[in-house]
């Protein structure tokens, strides 16, 4: 059985300060095909840091993930990605 990282990729901060994030959302074990309609769940439920008010959000697939483009009340995008990653290594304890 494999077992796969849920991972969201966002900015955070603002101006000069921003900088990109990871963050595993969620560990689970199951097939690629469960992981990715539990990704698909995380997308779909996901609030962003930026912007705090979403006025238009396009969300693409892209193999084992999703792009999510949030446009804020300013008419600034903020993406987020969300990717599924298979676990090939872990040496801490279980």
């Not at 439920?45 to 009340?73: A, C, E, W």
């Not at 008419?75 to 990605?81: A, E, L």
Request: aromatic share 10%.
């Amino acid at each position: 059985m494999n077992r796969w990282a849920l991972v969201v990729e966002q900015s955070i901060g603002v101006g000069q300060n921003m900088r990109w994030d990871a963050e595993v959302i969620v560990e689970t074990d199951g097939s690629r095909e469960e992981a990715l309609q539990l990704l698909w769940h995380h997308v779909q439920g996901f609030s962003p840091r930026h912007p705090k008010y979403v006025q238009r959000r396009r969300i693409y697939r892209d193999g084992d993930g999703f792009l999510v483009i949030n446009t804020g009340t300013s008419m600034s995008d903020f993406p987020c990605r969300f990717r599924l990653m298979e676990l090939v290594s872990d040496t801490g304890p279980i």
